[in-house]
């Protein structure tokens, strides 16, 4: 059981005492000097008008805090919070404006990453999506962190046709705010599901390569905890470094990443997958030659490979998880299977489904279990041999 504190709600999972608000505090005392709005983060490179900098200079001998501002680029849209009245939040994205008058209660999350960034944050969802390898539904690692199961909404896909989403049981359950920013059908039901609460999407239709760190942020902004986020994302940092630092044995080997179909393998051709990012942590990098392959164009970030063309998943390290076991008997029957080196040399791991779902959907929950379940247990014993 997870250490309690005083003063939490029945939808949320109780946090520290201690945790303060303090760059929401200099703003608040910032805006209420000057009655001007604050430019958040202040441009770089750019002096502060007078008045501003003597204001912010006295809140800071106040507090004894600094705070540093910064803001950074990158090569695909962050959804980013805007300014706003005192306790309303509102955070743009790729389907429109998410706006709420304050911190939601009642929260529901569409996606794999969208509960495990709530759950991380202290906020159990009244409902969640459902996990398609488990009988439960919920994610291996997910499951120690809730005491109680919330309500399983079923998401699943099959390729591109999405299961139909029951609209009517999501309106019942009155959610605050809706988190989807990973539901793959979501440019289908945004309108109906808007219609029930406000809706936060990615900010690029494109969420499968949206870095993970960006759509933590962005779900935290939307929950009304951007202050707790960032330690969050630090301690992941930090435990991915340690363990690439352990495993060294990892560095300067390539992969595949493939999930077995009865009809063909379908390999990760996207070198912008955000599982490529924990990959490259551990010094791998994504094999050139499946980056290569012509994608299905299914929205899967993948391309299909028949039994003749196997020879294309090869690499040092070659991951496939399998719908089934007569699945995966016919390929790794297949004599063409067993000419790969990565069969001959030790490189090759039959993928549990949880493992790569889990690697391809890295959040503060998951990148621990990958670490532990698929790096420390699985490949660096495939690459000592």
């Not at 750019?46 to 809140?59: A, E, L, T």
Request: charged content about 20%; glycine content about 8%; some cysteine.
């Amino acid at each position: 059981m997870p250490l309690r504190w005083s003063g939490c709600s029945s939808t949320r999972r109780c946090r520290p005492p201690y945790t303060t608000g303090m760059g929401s505090v200099i703003r608040n005392l910032f805006i209420s000097a000057i009655r001007l709005p604050l430019p958040y983060p202040y441009p770089e490179g750019r002096d502060m008008p007078g008045i501003q900098h003597r204001v912010m200079k006295v809140i800071a001998l106040t507090l004894g805090a600094a705070t540093v501002l910064s803001g950074c680029a990158s090569n695909v849209a962050e959804s980013k919070p805007t300014a706003a009245s005192e306790g309303a939040i509102v955070v743009e994205h790729a389907y429109g404006t998410l706006e709420l008058g304050s911190a939601p209660e009642r929260v529901i999350t569409l996606g794999l990453l969208e509960t495990d960034v709530a759950v991380n944050l202290g906020i159990t969802p009244v409902a969640i999506a459902k996990f398609f390898a488990t009988a439960d539904g919920v994610a291996p690692w997910l499951a120690p962190e809730l005491d109680d199961v919330p309500e399983i909404i079923d998401t699943t896909t099959t390729g591109a046709n999405g299961a139909e989403l029951d609209v009517e049981s999501i309106a019942a359950l009155k959610p605050d705010v809706i988190i989807a920013t990973t539901y793959s059908q979501l440019s289908q039901y945004y309108d109906q599901l808007s219609a029930i609460a406000p809706v936060l999407g990615p900010s690029d239709k494109n969420y499968l390569q949206l870095p993970w760190r960006d759509q933590t942020r962005a779900i935290a902004a939307a929950l009304g905890l951007s202050d707790e986020v960032e330690a969050r994302i630090d301690l992941v940092e930090e435990q991915l470094a340690t363990a690439a630092a352990d495993n060294a044995v990892t560095d300067g080997h390539d992969y595949t990443l493939s999930l077995g179909t009865p009809d063909q393998i379908k390999v990760m051709n996207d070198p912008a997958d955000a599982s490529v990012e924990v990959m490259n942590a551990f010094g791998m990098t994504f094999s050139t030659t499946a980056a290569a392959l012509p994608g299905l164009g299914d929205g899967s970030g993948s391309a299909g490979v028949s039994e003749e063309n196997i020879a294309a998943l090869d690499a040092d390290i070659v991951m496939i998880g399998y719908f089934g076991a007569d699945t995966r008997t016919f390929w790794e029957s297949s004599t063409l299977f067993q000419e790969l080196s990565a069969v001959k040399d030790g490189g090759y791991i039959a993928m549990d489904l949880s493992d790569s779902t889990a690697l391809r959907n890295p959040s503060p929950l998951s990148i621990p279990y990958v670490i532990q379940s698929v790096i420390v247990e699985q490949i660096v014993p495939a690459l000592q041999g």
